[in-house]
């Protein structure tokens, strides 16, 4: 089975501020690694995945996030936020072979001020 | 493309009724997975199906059940409501296993 921990249940960071969102997994197998983001009263967007190749995989809108093997860890990274980025951000891994459903950590809640 | 849609978006019941939620995929995506979420334990996976088939199944009592029609579209039923089922009902739909689309979800509110 795998599991997901996101270390920071709220991340409060000033506009045009860099950010980071910690998440780390646990697995026994090869996995693929998912960042969503829910902005207030709507569903998850997929913001970006890794699946295999490069480590560092770019998203929308400035995301980006490294996934490390031996840390067991894909933290996502914004180099600068916006007002606009305000919302709750979720990792999620599931198994890369076969079928397997995707399971989420407990989330992180980016709160950007002015 | 329209994207996933579910109905009703709120929904307010008192404890001991049933209520079914609706999910339509998106178009041409044959698998449909259900998942609540609620501040305490985050979100968490119900149900999925696949061609009508229920293909996986989480770790809820059996008051929680779904289906999925040929058409792809699918419900999800909760008989007997308890306060704890309070929660937004989460369908997402997918044409592989690496990407899942979400819908805006379901306000369930019990009283």
């Known amino acids: 089975a795998q599991s997901v921990t996101q270390l920071d249940s709220q991340v409060p960071v000033f506009e045009e501020a860099p950010v980071e969102l910690r998440c780390n997994y646990s697995s026994s197998v090869s996995v693929y690694l998912f960042w969503y983001v829910q902005y207030p009263n709507q569903g998850l967007q997929l913001l970006l995945k890794?699946?295999?190749?490069?480590?560092l995989v770019k998203g929308i809108n400035g995301f980006e996030a490294e996934f490390n093997k031996s840390q067991t860890s894909f933290h996502l990274r914004k180099p600068s936020v916006h007002i606009s980025d305000t919302a709750e951000y979720f990792c999620?891994?599931?198994?890369?072979?076969?079928?397997?459903?995707?399971?989420f950590g407990k989330g992180t809640m980016l709160l950007v001020s002015p | 493309k329209a994207g996933v849609t579910q109905t009703p978006r709120y929904l307010i019941k008192t404890r001991g009724q049933q209520v079914t939620l609706s999910c339509s995929p998106i178009s041409g995506h044959r698998s449909v997975s259900w998942y609540q979420q609620t501040p305490g334990q985050g979100l968490q996976f119900l149900f999925e199906?696949?061609?009508?088939?229920?293909?996986n199944k989480g770790n809820f009592p059996g008051r929680f059940s779904g289906r999925q029609f040929s058409n792809s579209r699918s419900e999800m039923n909760v008989s007997t409501l308890e306060l704890g089922d309070s929660a937004l009902y989460l369908c997402a739909s997918s044409r592989t296993d690496n990407e899942q689309f979400f819908g805006p979800g379901t306000r369930l509110t019990v009283l």
């Open positions: 999620a891994v599931r198994r890369s072979s076969g079928y397997s459903t995707l399971t």
């Open positions: 890794y699946l295999s190749g490069s480590t």
């Open positions: 199906y696949f061609s009508e088939t229920q293909r």
